[in-house]
Protein backbone atom coordinates (compact mmCIF):
# COMPACT_ATOMS: atom_id res chain seq x y z
CA UNK A 1 0.00 0.00 0.00
CA UNK A 2 1.19 3.38 -0.73
CA UNK A 3 1.39 6.38 2.13
CA UNK A 4 -1.67 8.03 -0.29
CA UNK A 5 -3.96 5.24 0.19
CA UNK A 6 -7.38 5.41 1.25
CA UNK A 7 -7.85 1.89 2.19
CA UNK A 8 -8.43 0.46 5.75
CA UNK A 9 -5.65 1.12 8.25
CA UNK A 10 -8.11 0.40 11.73
CA UNK A 11 -6.64 -2.30 13.69
CA UNK A 12 -9.10 -5.55 13.53
CA UNK A 13 -9.24 -5.27 17.50
CA UNK A 14 -11.39 -1.81 16.95
CA UNK A 15 -13.30 -3.04 14.09
CA UNK A 16 -14.44 -6.37 16.51
CA UNK A 17 -14.88 -4.04 19.42
CA UNK A 18 -17.26 -1.42 17.21
CA UNK A 19 -19.08 -4.53 15.70
CA UNK A 20 -19.48 -6.18 19.20
CA UNK A 21 -21.22 -2.74 20.36
CA UNK A 22 -23.31 -2.66 17.56
CA UNK A 23 -24.41 -6.38 17.81
CA UNK A 24 -24.84 -5.62 21.90
CA UNK A 25 -26.95 -2.72 21.53
CA UNK A 26 -29.18 -4.14 19.39
CA UNK A 27 -30.34 -7.03 21.88
CA UNK A 28 -31.08 -7.09 25.69
CA UNK A 29 -27.52 -8.05 26.20
CA UNK A 30 -27.17 -7.75 29.74
CA UNK A 31 -30.13 -9.35 30.80
CA UNK A 32 -28.91 -12.57 28.66
CA UNK A 33 -25.75 -12.65 30.55
CA UNK A 34 -27.09 -12.11 34.55
CA UNK A 35 -29.64 -15.03 33.33
CA UNK A 36 -26.83 -17.63 32.07
CA UNK A 37 -24.44 -16.29 35.21
CA UNK A 38 -27.53 -16.96 37.14
CA UNK A 39 -27.98 -20.38 35.71
CA UNK A 40 -24.83 -21.53 36.41
CA UNK A 41 -24.41 -21.33 40.08
CA UNK A 42 -27.82 -22.65 40.55
CA UNK A 43 -26.68 -25.65 38.22
CA UNK A 44 -23.10 -26.18 40.39
CA UNK A 45 -23.67 -26.15 43.37
CA UNK A 46 -25.85 -29.18 44.30
CA UNK A 47 -22.85 -31.18 42.79
CA UNK A 48 -20.13 -29.39 44.33
CA UNK A 49 -17.80 -31.03 47.13
CA UNK A 50 -15.85 -28.86 48.89
CA UNK A 51 -12.71 -29.87 50.84
CA UNK A 52 -11.73 -28.51 53.96
CA UNK A 53 -8.24 -30.36 54.89
CA UNK A 54 -9.43 -33.95 55.07
CA UNK A 55 -13.70 -33.00 55.57
CA UNK A 56 -15.41 -32.99 52.66
CA UNK A 57 -18.44 -31.00 52.54
CA UNK A 58 -20.94 -32.00 49.70
CA UNK A 59 -24.16 -29.95 48.95
CA UNK A 60 -26.34 -32.31 46.97
CA UNK A 61 -29.50 -32.37 47.70
CA UNK A 62 -32.42 -34.94 46.43
CA UNK A 63 -33.59 -32.45 44.16
CA UNK A 64 -30.23 -32.28 42.33
CA UNK A 65 -31.78 -33.22 38.90
CA UNK A 66 -34.18 -30.01 39.22
CA UNK A 67 -31.17 -27.85 40.11
CA UNK A 68 -29.36 -28.75 37.02
CA UNK A 69 -32.49 -28.81 34.97
CA UNK A 70 -33.51 -25.26 36.09
CA UNK A 71 -29.47 -23.73 35.43
CA UNK A 72 -29.46 -25.40 31.88
CA UNK A 73 -33.18 -23.75 31.56
CA UNK A 74 -31.80 -20.52 32.64
CA UNK A 75 -28.77 -20.93 30.66
CA UNK A 76 -30.63 -21.56 27.46
CA UNK A 77 -33.26 -18.58 28.08
CA UNK A 78 -29.93 -16.17 28.03
CA UNK A 79 -28.85 -17.52 24.97
CA UNK A 80 -32.34 -17.19 23.94
CA UNK A 81 -32.40 -13.57 24.63
CA UNK A 82 -28.92 -12.41 23.08
CA UNK A 83 -29.79 -14.70 19.69
CA UNK A 84 -33.70 -14.52 19.44
CA UNK A 85 -34.79 -11.57 21.20
CA UNK A 86 -37.97 -11.10 19.66
CA UNK A 87 -39.42 -13.45 22.32
CA UNK A 88 -37.76 -11.51 24.85
CA UNK A 89 -40.83 -10.82 27.44
CA UNK A 90 -41.50 -14.51 27.37
CA UNK A 91 -37.92 -15.17 28.15
CA UNK A 92 -37.27 -12.58 30.81
CA UNK A 93 -40.75 -14.30 32.05
CA UNK A 94 -39.69 -17.59 32.67
CA UNK A 95 -36.43 -16.79 33.86
CA UNK A 96 -38.43 -14.86 36.94
CA UNK A 97 -40.05 -17.78 37.63
CA UNK A 98 -37.22 -20.30 37.24
CA UNK A 99 -35.11 -17.87 39.60
CA UNK A 100 -38.58 -18.28 41.81
CA UNK A 101 -38.53 -22.19 41.65
CA UNK A 102 -35.06 -22.50 42.36
CA UNK A 103 -35.54 -21.40 45.96
CA UNK A 104 -36.81 -24.06 46.98
CA UNK A 105 -35.33 -26.59 44.47
CA UNK A 106 -32.03 -25.66 44.16
CA UNK A 107 -29.88 -24.73 47.70
CA UNK A 108 -31.79 -21.55 47.98
CA UNK A 109 -31.10 -20.61 44.36
CA UNK A 110 -27.73 -21.24 44.09
CA UNK A 111 -27.26 -19.86 47.83
CA UNK A 112 -29.26 -16.28 46.52
CA UNK A 113 -26.30 -15.87 44.18
CA UNK A 114 -27.94 -17.92 41.19
CA UNK A 115 -31.11 -16.08 42.04
CA UNK A 116 -30.61 -12.81 42.37
CA UNK A 117 -28.83 -12.70 39.54
CA UNK A 118 -31.38 -14.69 37.53
CA UNK A 119 -34.59 -12.26 39.00
CA UNK A 120 -32.38 -9.08 37.87
CA UNK A 121 -31.98 -11.12 34.23
CA UNK A 122 -35.32 -11.73 33.82
CA UNK A 123 -36.51 -8.11 34.70
CA UNK A 124 -34.09 -6.62 32.20
CA UNK A 125 -35.27 -8.56 29.63
CA UNK A 126 -38.80 -8.05 30.31
CA UNK A 127 -38.21 -4.19 30.45
CA UNK A 128 -35.86 -4.19 27.37
CA UNK A 129 -37.34 -2.24 24.79
CA UNK A 130 -35.23 -1.53 21.29
CA UNK A 131 -34.37 1.89 20.09
CA UNK A 132 -35.44 3.76 17.02
CA UNK A 133 -33.11 4.10 14.04
CA UNK A 134 -32.11 7.43 13.48
CA UNK A 135 -33.52 8.57 10.38
CA UNK A 136 -31.46 8.60 6.92
CA UNK A 137 -30.90 12.27 5.76
CA UNK A 138 -32.01 12.11 2.04
CA UNK A 139 -29.11 14.10 0.63
CA UNK A 140 -26.07 12.97 2.44
CA UNK A 141 -27.26 9.01 3.60
CA UNK A 142 -25.83 9.73 6.95
CA UNK A 143 -28.14 8.67 9.78
CA UNK A 144 -27.81 11.07 12.50
CA UNK A 145 -27.86 14.19 10.52
CA UNK A 146 -24.27 14.87 11.46
CA UNK A 147 -20.69 15.07 9.04
CA UNK A 148 -17.45 14.25 10.13
CA UNK A 149 -14.78 16.67 9.30
CA UNK A 150 -12.21 14.31 7.25
CA UNK A 151 -9.20 16.14 8.95
CA UNK A 152 -10.29 16.01 12.75
CA UNK A 153 -12.58 13.05 12.55
CA UNK A 154 -15.51 15.79 14.87
CA UNK A 155 -18.84 15.99 13.46
CA UNK A 156 -19.76 18.82 12.12
CA UNK A 157 -23.39 20.62 11.87
CA UNK A 158 -25.54 18.79 9.53
CA UNK A 159 -29.11 19.96 8.08
CA UNK A 160 -30.40 17.91 11.22
CA UNK A 161 -28.69 20.41 13.81
CA UNK A 162 -30.21 23.36 12.49
CA UNK A 163 -33.37 23.20 12.54
CA UNK A 164 -35.15 25.31 14.19
CA UNK A 165 -38.04 24.30 17.04
CA UNK A 166 -41.90 26.20 16.82
CA UNK A 167 -43.31 26.86 19.93
CA UNK A 168 -47.05 27.77 19.67
CA UNK A 169 -47.98 30.98 21.37
CA UNK A 170 -50.85 30.99 23.47
CA UNK A 171 -54.12 33.68 23.09
CA UNK A 172 -54.47 35.86 26.23
CA UNK A 173 -57.95 34.43 27.70
CA UNK A 174 -59.80 37.11 28.20
CA UNK A 175 -62.03 37.76 31.45
CA UNK A 176 -64.04 40.16 32.74
CA UNK A 177 -61.65 42.74 33.31
CA UNK A 178 -60.30 42.72 29.91
CA UNK A 179 -61.14 46.22 27.96
CA UNK A 180 -61.95 44.90 24.02
CA UNK A 181 -61.99 47.31 21.30
CA UNK A 182 -65.87 47.50 20.94
CA UNK A 183 -65.86 49.29 24.44
CA UNK A 184 -67.19 45.76 25.67
CA UNK A 185 -70.08 44.76 23.94
CA UNK A 186 -70.17 41.73 22.57
CA UNK A 187 -71.78 40.43 19.06
CA UNK A 188 -73.60 37.15 18.72
CA UNK A 189 -72.09 35.40 15.59
Excluded at 25 to 36: C, D, K, Q, S, V
Excluded at 38 to 50: D, E, K, Q, S, V
Excluded at 153 to 170: D, I, N, S, T
Amino acid sequence: MSPESTGQNEHFLRVFRRGFRTWRGNRPFWAGLFTMMGGLPIAYFPYANMHLGNITLAMSTTAGAGSLIIGVLLVTLGLTMWFHHIVRVFAGIATILLALVSIPVANIGGFLIGFLLALLGGALSVSWAPGEPAPESPDTGVRDGTHQDAGTGMPEPGPALHKAVVVPQRQPEQDDTTVEADDGRHRAG
